[in-house]
């Protein structure tokens, strides 16, 4: 697979340029990164990218795609079979205490102590990290108040809510200020309130200019929080760019149509809609109540449509168009949905009645 990175910057604001030209400003490097596991069972094959330092990186696929093995590679937790990786300039390999100290990594599931408080588990991080003594009151505080558990400081870990617990586990990964964090799934489980916050959390130290690797079920997460993202299914990379840029590959808005009458009622529709001269290019889908149909022309035309499906004697019974999201970038890429990923709240729609204003 041919070897892609970001746009030279890298998410960083203050203008200097990163690149796959200059190695030392990549954060992630990996190039051809294969792992087999004894059974035989391929988990990644030919995964290609790199990672410009400051950048907000996002990792999107399906549960059992390849994203929790391709991260715990890059954290040395997995030795490769084959490839090159390379992590803030050390191989994983070659140098793997070189790349564990330098890296921030959040688990799926938390690392804390319950019986120990707030302060006493980044206590312990920055002992283990080896955080100088004469730091570690003033780093504890600073952390406290970046994920704002100052209030709790002193409260055992027991007492916290889920989504407390991990903006203490993710400040457990700080402790060390390293240039690159890797999150694994960091929200799956939380409502969305305490998802809201970590967000927050997450983008206040990216500002600060720390590399984040993020890997989520969650496309409403990927689509706000990364500057750039890869999408991998059945361990391959299948598409890569920004959100924005991704969404642009699917060539226009998507419109939905529900129906009355089941599964004959829907592929007849879809049939019509394919036949339908209105539209270029247009993909059309049955969905658990309807049709789907994105094509370039379907805020104009979508009417039309609608019309040509009563006349043949098809009940609609709503019907909306919308951006496209996430999910239309892998159904255009793949011929398939994201099964297992969560839309979220996702993009807004614009209702029926407003298509044409």
Sequence with gaps: MERTAGDGTGGRTDGTESGPDDPARLAIDADGLRLVYGDGTVAVEDVCFSVPEGEFFGFLGPNGAGKTTTIKVFATLLSPTGGTVRVN??????????????????????????????????????????????????????????????????????????????????????????????LDEPTTGLDPKARNRLWDYFRAINDRGTTIFLTTQYLEEADQLCDRLAVIANGEIVAEGSPTDLKRRVGGDVLEIDLDGGRDARERAAAVAREFGGFDDATVETTADGIGVTAGTARQHGTDLLVRLRDEGLTVTGFNVRAPTLDDVFLAITGDHVDGLDEASGPATVAAGEADR
Excluded: W
């Excluded at 283990?128 to 108040?145: H, K, N, S, T």
């Excluded at 970046?146 to 055992?156: Q, T």
């Excluded at 870990?157 to 990964?173: P, V």
């Design 89 to 182: 300039g050390f191989d994983v390999r070659d140098a793997s205490r070189k790349v564990r100290e330098s890296i921030g990594y959040m688990a799926q599931e938390t690392s804390i102590d319950p019986e120990l408080t707030a302060r006493e588990n980044i206590q312990f991080a920055c002992e283990a990290y080896g955080v100088p003594r004469g730091d570690r009151d003033d780093r504890i505080d600073e952390l406290l108040d970046l994920v704002d558990l100052a209030a709790e400081a002193d409260k055992r870990a027991e007492e916290f809510s889920g989504g407390m617990k991990k903006r203490l586990d993710a400040a457990t990964a700080l402790v060390h200020e390293p240039p690159l964090v890797f």
